[in-house]
């Protein structure tokens, strides 16, 4: 081979290695859409994940009809995917924004298959085109594989700790559109004396450049007037974390903290959320010295229990040190919480609450579990047996635990499946609901060793809503809300309790909520 074929061929081989590394920052891109847009992360990334394979192999099949000006193909194979990836979060955030409800399914499922044939179709091209240059067959493909399945892995790894967290997802989408687009333009280069009309080839790449560039300067901006129309109030804060999107909007002094896309809390009510998810619990027992938060990085929680002059300690295990961050700085949050996660009393740990179960060798008179609902795998694991196992086996004698566990209302099946788990340990429970405006009708599962009576809770502390003469009344529960669970068929149902091998309470979940 001349000097010439040697830098064409090699450019091959790189180029099937960055075309893979885009790729792949395109499947998994299209996975975290589908789970921040439409919920359910497991079923998202296992549904794009199976749409881009498909795709691949239908790509990979078509690829045989492309048997003549093979680095034509590519070029313009490159210049698809750099367009309809690139484009691809602002289309779906503006879908999501304006079109009727659905639609954004369709066009993610769509977008995933379609990029993942023009994937699919890429290497073959490839190889075929090393092997003309002179490459033996078995060496191109070969070579052409491994940079294929070596990209892969860096893409995965780009994406996850660089691409997410300093771009976000509608900036990535353009910046890997660029990519794939300086990829045809170096081969369109290196091929120049092959191809014809090369000027035009040229004059079409640059628009595509243009706009992609222009994507990447202002797409973020007009996209995140998409995602307004998703809020009923004006965001002032938005971010996304390494674990979530995480939104703040303000109307009329109204603050209410959405993560990934589920309101967390009001601050026009969220005092009837927090004092029946604390003072229960912290009255029932006579000892608050040590005391465990698993969640509640808003602070709130924290807040509540700090008017209890016996607290020593307090551990706030949260995931995501973002949400920590911000209600220690943002002024509206520290409104509401008081500057409570920098008393000297709280320690913040940033773990799965899980893992911190697993490990610590602390025992605590009280255990406040204020997590989001259980709408994925990873949240299921926290309402599951094993779980409430973990946190009774950390709780000293005479404490209580208390558990956010969603509406009896809406989700009537889910609140009593959580209840059913946590007796499920040996613990004895009583359950408690109170109407929240911005949620509804909101359910708490408080547990403990000991028998737990109503009448015998005092709260001794400040409050807003909760009065010792309602508790009472929060422990009856409505025909249509209660425990008897009737069949289609009018028997009663049986619940069954919520564990990491037959984790059912995702889909109880999702049936639940689906007209919410």
Same mark, same amino acid.
């Given at each position: 081979?001349?000097?010439?074929?040697?830098?064409q061929?090699?450019?091959?081989?790189? $180029?099937?290695?960055?075309?893979s590394?885009?790729?792949?920052?395109?499947e998994?891109?299209?996975?975290?859409?589908?789970?921040?847009?439409?919920?359910?992360g497991?079923?998202?990334?296992? #549904?794009?994940?199976?749409?881009?394979? %498909?795709?691949?192999?239908?790509?990979?099949?078509?690829?045989?009809?492309?048997?003549?000006?093979?680095?034509?193909?590519?070029?313009?194979i490159?210049?698809?995917?750099?367009?309809?990836?690139?484009?691809?979060? !602002?289309?779906?955030?503006?879908i999501?924004?304006?079109a009727?409800?659905?639609?954004?399914?369709?066009? *993610?499922?769509?977008?995933?298959?379609?990029?993942? $044939?023009?994937?699919?179709?890429?290497?073959?091209?490839?190889?075929?085109?090393?092997?003309?240059?002179?490459?033996?067959?078995?060496?191109?493909?070969?070579?052409?594989?491994?940079?294929d399945?070596?990209?892969?892995?860096i893409?995965?790894?780009?994406?996850? !700790?660089?691409?997410?967290?300093?771009?976000?997802?509608v900036?990535t989408?353009?910046?890997v559109?660029?990519?794939?687009?300086?990829? $045809?333009?170096?081969?369109?280069?290196?091929?120049?004396?092959?191809?014809?009309?090369?000027?035009?080839?040229?004059?079409?790449?640059?628009?595509?450049?243009?706009?992609?560039?222009?994507g990447?300067?202002?797409?973020?901006?007009?996209?995140?007037?998409?995602?307004?129309?998703?809020?009923?109030? &004006?965001?002032?804060?938005?971010?996304e974390?390494?674990?979530?999107?995480?939104?703040?909007?303000?109307?009329?002094?109204?603050?209410?903290?959405?993560?990934?896309?589920?309101?967390? *809390?009001?601050?026009?009510?969220?005092?009837?959320?927090?004092?029946?998810?604390?003072?229960?619990?912290?009255?029932?027992?006579?000892?608050?010295?040590?005391?465990?938060? @698993?969640?509640?990085?808003d602070?709130?929680?924290?807040?509540?229990?700090l008017?209890?002059?016996?607290?020593?300690?307090?551990? *706030?295990?949260?995931?995501? &040190?973002?949400?920590?961050?911000?209600?220690?700085?943002?002024?509206? @949050?520290?409104?509401?919480?008081?500057?409570?996660?920098? =008393?000297? $009393?709280?320690?913040?740990?940033?773990?799965?609450a899980?893992?911190?179960l697993?490990?610590?060798?602390?025992?605590?008179?009280?255990?406040?579990?204020?997590?989001?609902?259980?709408?994925?795998?990873? #949240?299921?694991?926290?309402?599951?047996r094993?779980?409430?196992? *973990? /946190?009774?086996?950390?709780?000293?004698?005479?404490? /209580?635990?208390?558990?956010?566990?969603?509406?009896?209302v809406?989700?009537?099946?889910?609140?009593?499946?959580?209840?059913?788990?946590?007796?499920? %340990?040996?613990? =004895?429970?009583?359950?408690?609901?109170? +109407?929240?405006?911005? !949620?509804?009708?909101?359910?708490?599962?408080?547990?403990?060793?000991?028998a737990? =009576?109503?009448? +015998?809770i005092?709260?001794?502390?400040?409050?807003?809503?909760?009065?010792? +003469?309602m508790?009472?009344?929060?422990?009856?529960?409505?025909?249509?809300?209660?425990?008897?669970?009737?069949?289609? =068929?009018?028997?009663?149902?049986?619940?069954?309790?919520?564990?990491?091998?037959?984790?059912?309470?995702?889909?109880?979940?999702?049936?639940?909520?689906?007209?919410?």
């Open positions: 081979m001349d000097q010439s074929s040697v830098r061929s090699h450019f091959i081989y790189w $180029a099937s290695g960055i075309v590394i885009c790729g792949i920052i395109f998994v891109l299209f996975g975290a859409l589908g789970s921040y847009i439409l919920g359910d497991v079923k998202q990334y296992t #549904l794009t994940i199976s749409l881009f394979l %498909t795709g691949m192999g239908v790509g990979a099949s078509l690829s045989e009809r492309v048997l003549k000006k093979l680095v034509i193909a590519f070029i313009y490159e210049f698809l995917v750099a367009l309809i990836g690139g484009f691809s979060s !602002f289309t779906m955030f503006g999501t924004a304006f009727p409800q659905g639609t954004e399914a369709i066009f *993610l499922y769509l977008i995933t298959f379609i990029v993942g $044939a023009l994937t699919g179709v890429e290497l073959p091209i490839l190889i075929r085109k090393a092997n003309e240059i002179g490459v033996s067959l078995n060496r191109s493909t070969a070579r052409v594989l491994f940079s399945y070596a990209g892969g892995l893409g995965g790894l780009l994406f996850i !700790f660089l691409l997410r967290p300093q771009l976000g997802m900036k989408a353009f910046f559109g660029l990519i794939n687009l300086s990829v $045809a333009l170096i081969v369109l280069w290196l091929f120049r004396k092959e191809i014809k009309r090369v000027t035009l080839h040229f004059i079409v790449g640059s628009v595509i450049a243009i706009l992609l560039f222009l990447l300067l202002f797409g973020q901006a007009m996209a995140f007037t998409f995602e307004q129309k998703l809020y009923q109030d &004006p965001i002032i804060h938005m971010e974390s390494e674990y979530q999107k995480i939104i703040l909007t303000n109307s009329q002094d109204d603050i209410r903290l959405y993560l990934n896309g589920a309101l967390q *809390l009001s601050s026009i009510d969220e005092y009837r959320y927090h004092e029946i998810l604390v003072h229960p619990a912290m009255s029932f027992t006579e000892n608050h010295r040590n005391i465990l938060i @698993l969640g509640g990085g602070g709130i929680a924290a807040k509540e229990i008017k209890y002059p016996g607290v020593k300690n307090i551990t *706030l295990v949260d995931l995501d &040190p973002a949400v920590v961050e911000l209600a220690s700085q943002n002024k509206f @949050l520290l409104e509401l919480n008081e500057g409570a996660l920098d =008393n000297e $009393a709280l320690e913040v740990i940033n773990e799965d899980f893992e911190f697993e490990t610590t060798e602390e025992w605590f008179d009280v255990i406040i579990v204020d997590l989001p609902d259980p709408n994925d795998e990873s #949240l299921n694991k926290l309402y599951t094993e779980f409430y196992s *973990l /946190a009774r086996n950390h709780l000293l004698p005479g404490g /209580a635990m208390m558990v956010q566990a969603t509406s009896p809406f989700a009537r099946e889910v609140y009593w499946t959580i209840s059913t788990t946590i007796e499920s %340990t040996g613990l =004895n429970v009583e359950n408690f609901h109170v +109407d929240i405006p911005s !949620f509804g009708n909101w359910g708490f599962v408080m547990a403990s060793r000991d737990i =009576n109503v009448d +015998d005092t709260i001794n502390v400040p409050t807003r809503f909760l009065a010792n +003469d508790l009472q009344s929060l422990s009856v529960f409505g025909k249509d809300e209660d425990n008897t669970i009737l069949k289609a =068929n009018g028997e009663i149902m049986e619940l069954k309790p919520n564990t990491l091998i037959d984790p059912h309470l995702i889909q109880i979940y999702e049936r639940a909520w689906e007209n919410y």
